[in-house]
């Protein structure tokens, strides 16, 4: 089945993005970012600098280590430049720098209790992801949280961790009663190519509707805060 044939009433795996779809951090991928890029060399407000940042914010979602590897071509330097954007951006969520999306905790809350199972993915590390459910308190707000590293190492715009969220949860028979919710066009991506019923955009990140729906968003939601009404 094409993603979007199937009625959202019967989703029944909801996949949700966590930056900018769940979680508000501020532009922290940007501040660590630079951080990173400072620490190989690449001065804020170069002309190499911005080119890179524009790079980075176009490409919001992708797996980090992806961009890395893009940016700097090369394996080492790519390496590199993500230990140091990881620590960054642990450090910078340690600072208080992160914060649930309005809403969304209530939104999942509601998912669950009428029996979806909903799983947290990310194009962060693990140990980044856990560090930031930690820091809001959400070990036990979800059924699953998952990393690219827990679907064979690629991230989105892969339809992965869509995937591994299917095949390790069993809450659904068929991938098209699965819905992939993110707030960036690779999100989108990840969804449709997963064969997902409902791919859905929100409006609270990176990436406008426009953008989303070039990229495949069946609907597009102001915020993650919509979800329940569309599914339930």
């Known amino acids: 089945m094409a993603a979007g044939t199937v009625p959202a009433k019967q989703v029944k795996l909801v996949v949700l993005d966590m930056a900018g779809t769940t979680v508000a951090d501020g532009g922290l991928v940007e501040l660590a970012f630079e951080s990173a890029a400072r620490e190989l060399g690449v001065e804020a407000g170069s002309e190499r600098h911005e080119a890179m940042l524009a790079d980075v914010r176009a490409t919001m979602g992708e797996s980090k280590i992806s961009v890395f590897r893009r940016l700097f071509g090369d394996e080492e330097l790519a390496q590199r430049a993500n230990i140091g954007f990881e620590a960054a951006y642990d450090r910078l969520v340690g600072e208080g720098h992160c ?3 309005p809403g969304a905790v209530e939104a999942i809350e509601r998912l669950r209790g009428a029996g979806l199972t909903v799983v947290l993915t990310t194009g962060f590390s693990g140990p980044t992801q856990q560090r930031i459910i930690e820091t809001l308190g959400w070990q036990d707000l979800v059924d699953l949280a998952l990393s690219p590293a827990d679907a064979g190492g690629r991230g989105r715009p892969y339809p992965d961790l869509a995937l591994a969220a299917f095949l390790r949860t069993h809450a659904a028979d068929d991938v098209a009663e699965m819905a992939v919710v993110g707030d960036t066009g690779y999100d989108m991506q990840c969804g449709v190519r997963s064969g997902a019923g409902l791919v859905a955009g929100v409006l609270t990140g990176a ?9 495949g968003a069946t609907k597009v939601l102001a915020s993650v805060a919509d979800l329940p009404a569309l599914v339930l």
């Open 207 to 215: 990436h406008g509707a426009e953008r989303l729906r070039a990229d």
């Open 99 to 101: 914060a649930p999306i």
